[in-house]
């Protein structure tokens, strides 16, 4: 089993230790996706989606971050019109919004 996991700081200085890998815990929100999770996002085109969107590469072994504003914007766009509404989209998007409202980013850490 593969650590899956979806780290938004909560401030702009919390981004920059994150870069360092120097960032508190308390100054992240984070979460962790199961296998499952990981594989039912996978198999529900809802990784695909949003690499074909954002021009990413998020998948099973591979680190990317969405930090610029407006491709944080689209990615709220892409899970709002995303078929399935399971917990872990719906997880996904609240992290998504948090980063938005604190104008930092989304780290997927796989």
Request: hydrophobic share 50%.
């Amino acid at each position: 089993m593969s650590v899956k996991t979806i780290t938004v700081p909560l401030f702009r200085s919390a981004m920059i230790a994150l870069d360092h890998d120097e960032a508190d815990d308390f100054d992240l929100m984070e979460f962790t996706l199961s296998d499952s999770e990981f594989y039912q996002l996978w198999s529900s085109g809802f990784f695909a989606a949003v690499n074909a969107g954002l021009g990413t590469l998020i998948g099973d072994f591979e680190d990317e971050k969405i930090i610029d504003p407006a491709k944080l914007v689209e990615l709220a766009k892409i899970i709002a019109n995303h078929n399935e509404r399971s917990a872990p989209v719906v997880q996904i998007e609240r992290l998504v919004r948090c980063a938005i409202e604190q104008q930092t980013g989304v780290f997927f850490f796989f």
